[in-house]
């Protein structure tokens, strides 16, 4: 039996809209994330950077259980639905990006507790990443926002968000060419570099979410 038009349609927003609820919550982690990284850039206290630690485990745990919520909605549907297999696949790329999210910071609080210092320099290198990657994220979620809009943006969106990407990872390689170069001790410097490439990580995945959209949009427009 064909399944209605329009009660697919029904199910296909409905997946879209828990899924931009998971991508709303995983920004929101992100966000508590580089509060993070600037209050340790700023030689905030260990406590400050414990709390703010918690956060981001709570928003962990909270965006874990919309992932598992999205994903037994798509399941519940299965193969009623046009392009299931990239409904799993944009599920799962925005849930990488909380477990990013959730150990960049771990290693932000391990620095700390290193009393590690890393300069201006390096300060100002850390920020314009952290901060061309929020863009980045931003411009993943307007384009998830568009695709149940039926808004001629999506395109313009994508596009944004593979410009970001390609912005965070040009300030990535910088930021690493200077903490090679700079004379941290080794265990600091293994992790910040790690810091640094998780953060240039979380916009790669935005970019394969938007890859995903991009092919979602062919189907669904």
Do not use: H, W
Not at 56 to 79: H, P, Q
Not at 197 to 220: H, P, Q, T, W
């Amino acid at each position: 039996m064909t399944l209605p038009r329009d009660r697919e349609e029904d199910f296909r927003l409905n997946i879209l809209n828990l899924i931009q609820d998971q991508v709303r919550i995983v920004l929101n982690g992100y966000k508590i994330l580089l509060d993070m990284l600037e209050n340790f850039l700023n030689g905030a206290k260990t406590e400050v950077l414990e709390e703010i630690y918690l956060k981001i485990m709570k928003n962990d745990e909270e965006a874990k259980e919309k992932t598992r919520i999205v994903e037994k909605e798509i399941s519940n549907v299965g193969a009623l639905l046009t392009s299931r297999e990239n409904f799993i696949r944009l599920a799962s790329e925005i849930d990488k990006i909380a477990d990013i999210t959730e150990g960049a910071a771990f290693r932000i609080l391990s620095l700390s507790k290193m009393k590690t210092k890393l300069g201006k320099n390096l300060n100002k290198l850390f920020m314009d990443l952290g901060q061309s990657v929020l863009e980045t994220l931003t411009a993943m979620r307007e384009a998830l926002l568009a695709t149940t809009l039926n808004s001629s943006v999506i395109y313009e969106k994508i596009e944004a968000t593979e410009k970001y990407e390609k912005k965070s990872d040009d300030f990535y390689r910088t930021l690493d060419l200077e903490l090679l170069s700079s004379e941290l001790k080794v265990g600091q410097l293994l992790l910040c570099r790690e810091v640094a490439e998780m953060i240039e990580d979380i916009a790669d995945n935005a970019e394969r979410v938007a890859d995903i959209l991009r092919a979602l949009s062919i189907a669904i427009f």
